[in-house]
Each structure stands twice: as C-alpha cells, then as structure tokens.
C-alpha cells in the first residue's frame, strides 16, 4: 500500500464521524429536573427546561424556567411527548435532580432505573429524591430561582451540616438496587404549602416565601418498593451509622427540664458482626455548643462526665432507632447482610434464605460509642454560674 | 589606463557622481576616481590630494608610504575596483593592473540607539544599526575571545551585500557552520536587501510555519545564542541579527531572565507557557464545548453563557472567526499606521471589539473575553512570526473543533505535535530540549533552575557541552 492510499484511508477513519454531534447553544434547552408520576397506567414526565436570562437585567419578566408536561406508556414515550411543546432540543446532560413520586415508588422503581441506565444521553450523576408532594420542582425557589440547583446544594448542605438526608446520586441508586443484600433508602422531599402560589414568580418577592421545599427523612423500600418514612431523628441514626455524616449536632436533656448541644465535626463508625451480634463502634468529637445546667465546666471530671452522658444517651438512641426500623419495616437497609457477605460467606449462604424470616429480627445489637469533647467555646464556665 | 576609464565610463553610463580627476606628479599622470554620492570630499581633500602633493617621487610604493589614509586595500581587478568604487572608496589609478582603493566613506549610517522591538525593563540598551561593522563591533565588544570568528560573504548580483556569518569557534559544531556555509554560497539572487531573505532562502521554508531562526535588535541577544553555540548572521543594512538554529524554547526566553532570580524566572516562564496554551487553544476549545460538549460545562456557567447567545444568530465559529479577523485587521492596521493616527484605532478597536458588538447582537459578551484572553496572550511573544505561526494553528484548531468538538480539537493536536517534533533545523530538533529530552538544557526551559546549577549546552548546537564550572560556594 502506498503512502498516499494511507493517508486518505487514515483521514477518512477520522474525519469521517463529522459533525454527528453538532448542536448550536441556541439551539438547545437545558433540562435540570425531571420528575415522574403515574397516573392510570401512564407515566407522566415533568421536565424542567431552564429559560436563561442575561444576568444584568434586573427586572426580570420572564420565569425562571419553564415546565414541559407529558403522557405517555413509557418514560421516553412522555418525553417525546414534551418535545411538542418545545422549540429546542431538550438537552438532558445536565439533569440535576430526578424526583420519583412516592405514588409511583409505592409501584416499583425498576422501570425508571431501566430507562435511565438505558439510555446513553444521560449523565447518571443526578440526584434522586421521593417526593411526597406532585409537582415539587415546579416552585421558584427565592435566592436561587432555579428550583434543581436550589434542591441540589439544599441536599448538599443538609448532609454538611444537618445530617438529615443524604446524597444519592442515580448511581448509588443503581448500586443498591442491583444488590440483592442491601435496600433502598432513598432522601425524600416535600413541599410547605400551596403548589399553585409557589408556580408564580411572586412567590419570592416577599421576604417571607409562602410556598417552598422541605427536605424530610428517608424513604425507606422493601422489595424496590416503598413502605414508609424515617423521622428525622432516625435519618440522623442511619446516616451516623452508614458513616455518612461528619458535621451534625446532637441534643440531650442534661437534667430535668434543661438541654446541652453538641456539634459533632468528626465522626467515624463502623460495623462488625460476628456470632449473631452487631457491633457498632462510632468515635466522634465535638464541641460543646450549648449548656444549659449549671456545672463548673473547668473541671476534667465534668467534662467527662458529660461525655459519659452523651455517650450512654447516644448509643441508646441509635440502638432504639435502629430496633424501630427492623421491626416497623423488616427492609435491611443498613446492608447487615451484605455486610455478612462480604466478611463471611460461608455462614452467608446458610442465612441469606431466611434473612428476614429468622435472623434479621434477631441479631442482637451492641453499640459502642467514644465522644470527645475538644472544645466547649470561648467561656469557661456556664453564663448562669456567674449571675449567681 | 585610459581604456579603463573608457570602460567604466561605458558602464556606468557616465553618470554625474562619479567625479574622474586626473592628477599630474611629475612624469606621471594618475586618476583619482570616487562616487561624490558616497564619499565624504573632506577626507578626500585633507587625506588624498593633500598627500599626493606633497609626494616627489611618484612611485606606487612611495604611494603607498606617504598616502595619509589608514585603511587601504590594493587591488588588481577591474570588478574589485567597481566594488571598491560602489561601497565608497576613492580609487587611485596608478598603472594598469595597479590601483589602491582607499577608504573615505561617507557616514551613511545612524548612530547605535535603543532597541524598539526588544523591550525589556533592564539590560543593555543599544541595538544593532545598518552598518554591518558596527553591528560586528557590537558584538566583538561583549566576546573579546579571538575564537569569536567571522566569515564574510558578498551576496546579490546588484546589491553585493556583505553577509558576515559570526561563530565561537570553540564552541559551535563545525558540521553546522559547513552546513550554513554551503548554503551561503549556494545563493544566487539579483539582490538581498532584508535579513530575511537569507533566512528565507536557507531554511525549509514550506515545511512548517514556526520560525526556525530568532531575529535579535540587540547585541546582547546574539552575544548570549553565540555562547550557547549558536550561529548569528549578519547582512549588511539590516539592523536585525539572524540567530540559528532557534528552537520553540527559546522563544519563551527573555532577556530579563538574566536579571532575575530564578524562582521569580521559573514563574514568568510558567506563565509564558500558559499564554502560549491559552493563545492556541481557548477559541477552539470554547467553540468544542458550546457546540458539541456542553455537558462539560458547569450549569450555572452554561445557564449564563446561554442567556448571552440568545440573541447572536450566527454559529459559534462565525462568531469567533469574525472576532479574531477584526482583531487581526486592527492589529495589522496599528502597525501601519503612524503613531501620531494610533488614537483613532484604539478608539475604533473599542467598538469594533467591544460592547457595541455585543449590543448589535452580533457578538456575545463571553466570545468578547474568549477572543481577548486569546488576542493578550498572543502579543507576549517578541518574536513577530512566531505570533503568526500561532495564528495558523489557531484557525486550525478552531476548524477541528467546529467539525468533530473535543475530539477534533485533540485530532488537530496531535497533528499539531506530530508536526512540531518532525520539525528540525541544522540538525536541530524544534521541540529540544523537550523531546529528545536533554537533563541538561530542560533546567532552562519551562523553570529556570539557579544559574549556578545550569552547566550544560545543547549537544545539538556544539560538542563543548560544559557551559559553566562554578563550584557550588555554599554547603
């Protein structure tokens, strides 16, 4: 072969996938939330399509962004329907957050995880949420009008400094639905008030917003479907225990009628399970945020004393949350089991068949907890003592 | 004797500034030939008449003796006497076959100035001048060494240029002076006016658009390429100095790196390497992600980049394209333009490049930036073809980005370092000390190490690699 024959042949491997993936910015509407329900054997499909304005101009007219609605058999069935509507390509690379509703989770999410890892045009790196309400992402947000990105750092910053919620991309999603040890635990979302205030730009020209998200517990499944919600307390105990969490803030009763604050900056936990019996150590540190009760706090002692007493109150918590979960729901969402699988797999061949019939209810819990108090603020001692 | 000046008279066509006087001494007659046009008429009076009447014995020995004039040359050809006649001699005609050409040039030239092209905050402040022997004097006064030697050539079949080409001898390889020797003689035009035509006509002109010679205003410049084992050439009124071979490096490399502490050098360096990255890249890389990879683009950005584009109804790459020409235009129209007219194209440019652009709706704010950073970022090159290479690879890598996106863009660069790493000059490869790697001479490219640790020339350039043996004072 001649040089001349390959160059052209190399020229043509190369150049000849021109232009395929061509789109013009113009040309396109960007997608930043989806959220879907089913009504009557048909999924409807929200989209939210971002209408961008120039950020210079104050007075803005226009809304935010714009809600596509469609109907249809199948998911892509209901976008496609969406694309009458629109003048532009709908561009969904850049979905943000995916919102199922709790209708249509109560069902079986398997079709909607089919759909997305399915297709290709899709970034699998959005949020997913269950909502409780319809139409959530319909609400201009104040501050950041854009309910998606508003929802995204909402959840973001929840998990920072809360603890409440957690983020799951699709991904983590698409893990633990394919997991057969391990069930979905899902953040969901609601909305305060009136949906129909909150579709109007109004809605955050008052410094006191009417309509507005509100993120709540876990949705928690068995089976892919879901079965119920976790309180936020209990939220907060999965989310120590799933080492999710570095930043949260625990309260306890320190006598009768007054309360301490520690705001936990580290925390660590991990799960052991030998002999029938889970073994949860967690290590934290703190600070002391807030004391009520009138106790020298210059004192070693006292200070030990106190972490003695988060400890003892923690560990009960955790291990009341935890027995409140197995038995409400019987759904390992913990992923004890995989846990076994993965330590044990002889003796997770003889259990997984009766996972939920014999042992899971079962298993005995043991939860060590070691707090350290690292700093208890720029007083020494509590501001009570010294009115006296 | 007369059929010589018969001759010279038919050639010239007996033009008025060649003034032909005949002089009797005793027996003998001479002629005193000159080009007034050239020459300088005091020192043909005070020097020549005044010493040929004082002369009695009319010999070309005593001539030769008594003649005033310091520098003189004897000569036997007629085409030496034309040459001599030509660059400002006056000729004095003695006898057939016997002339002596004597030096009354007229001063033609300006004095030594400061450099207008080489601006740097410190460092010598004179440049080269048209005058080849001043230029060569220049250079001799930085490197005293007598291994600093110098082959004169005369080029042009109209304009006989003389072209000195200048090495260490010590320290360049021979193969590479042979080389640009050869090719020296091997020219053969009707005239060489600018520097650049040699360089022109040496090199291989079609293979790549990157300059393989750096052209040097100032002495100081060529001083520190010979020392490295460069080779300078010289023409005659051009008051650029060619220095070969050059390589993508060196064009990063500032005089003022020299004055600086390397750390603060290595920081410069960085930054001309970014420049030089930005400059290339960031039209076509714009372009990529706003038409085909968007999903790279962070949201709130694309969101905003969006509500800009809105209303611009032209195709990103028309866009870029008709920005970069209007700042080519303006920059092109800037360097024509005298200084006293340049107001109106800073005016002008504003509008051109700026928001009434935008609020015509024919641009959008953010190409204004893209096209901005990419237009500074070309102009920190001193080296002007260098700037205009860049600009060619720039409209190429904005093509592959418009057809295939990123892809495309990484097509064109790969292209783009296939090309550059074939690229050789005298042996030497464009992209050293990059690839090959050369440990030595990469202590001084994209960080500059302390001087005290850069010991090495390029083995490319000389077979004399120690540069520096300064022991380390310090423990």
Known sequence: ?388 | MQTIIDKLKKDTNNQDPIVYRKKKILFKTIYIIFNETLISSDSVSDFIVRSLNKLHIPTYRNIINKISNFKYKEIKTYEDLTYYLNSGFTIILFDKNKYIALETRKDLSRGVTTPTTENTPRGALDSFTENIEMNIGLIKRRIKSNDLWIKNYRIGKYTDTSVALLYINSIAKKDIVDQVDKLLKKINIDGIIASGTVRNLIEKENKNAFPNTISAEKPYTASRYLLLGNIIILVDNDPFALILPATLNDNFISEEDDYNKSINVSFTRIVRYISFIITLLTPAIYIALITYNQEIIPVELLINIAAQRKNVPFSTFTEALFMIISFEILRESDLKIPSFASSAISIVGALILGEAAVSAGIVSPIMIIVIAITAISSLIFQEPEFTYALRIYRFLFMVGATLLGMYGVLLVGTLFLINLSSYNFLGMPYLSPFTPPDKGRLKDSIIKLPTRKIRKRNPFLTNNIIKNKTEEPYE
């Open chain 1, 1 to 388: 072969m001649n040089k001349k024959k390959l160059i052209i042949i190399i020229s043509l491997v190369l150049l000849l996938t021109g232009c395929y993936d061509y789109k013009e910015l113009n040309k396109i509407s960007i997608l930043s939330a989806t959220e879907i329900n089913k009504v009557d054997d048909e999924f409807i499909v929200s989209a939210q399509a971002i209408n961008p304005q120039a950020p210079d101009k104050t007075a803005n007219t226009q809304a935010p962004f714009i809600i596509y609605t469609g109907k249809g058999k199948t998911i892509q069935e209901a976008y496609r329907n969406i694309t009458d509507q629109s003048s532009k390509f709908l561009y969904s690379n850049h979905l943000q957050i995916l919102i199922i509703n709790e209708k249509l989770a109560k069902e079986d999410i398997g079709q909607i995880i089919d759909f997305y890892m399915r297709n290709p045009a899709i970034r699998t790196e959005f949020y997913v949420l269950i909502g409780k309400n319809d139409d959530i992402i319909n609400v201009i947000t104040p501050i950041n009008d854009i309910s998606s990105s508003s929802i995204k750092e909402g959840v973001q910053n929840n998990l920072k400094y809360l603890g409440t919620v957690n983020v799951t991309t699709f991904n983590e999603l698409t893990e633990m639905y394919l997991n057969p040890n391990v069930e979905i635990i899902l953040p969901s979302i609601n909305l305060i008030n009136d949906k129909e205030e909150g579709e109007n730009i109004e809605n955050v020209e008052n410094t006191k917003v009417k309509t507005i998200y509100k993120l709540e517990g876990f949705a928690i499944f068995k089976d892919n479907k879901l079965k119920g919600y976790l309180t936020e307390d209990q939220s907060k105990s999965y989310n120590i225990i799933q080492n999710k969490i570095d930043n949260t803030i625990i309260t306890y009763k320190c006598n009768k009628s007054k309360y301490m604050t520690l705001e936990i900056i580290n925390s660590k936990s991990s799960v052991d399970i030998k002999n029938n019996k889970i073994n949860i150590t967690i290590k934290m540190e703190g600070n002391l945020n807030e004391y009520q009760c009138d106790k020298d706090l210059n004192s070693n002692k006292v200070i030990d004393d106190i972490e003695k007493e988060f400890e003892k109150k923690l560990s009960k918590t955790i291990e009341d949350n935890i027995n409140e979960i197995r038995t409400t729901y019987n759904s390992d969402v913990f992923g004890f089991l995989d846990k076994i699988y993965k330590t044990d797999y002889q003796k997770y061949q003889e259990i997984k068949n009766n996972w939920y019939d014999l042992t899971y209810q079962n298993l005995k819990l043991s939860i060590k907890t070691d707090i350290s108090i690292i700093a208890k603020g720029n007083i020494m001692e509590a501001v009570n003592e010294k009115n006296k």
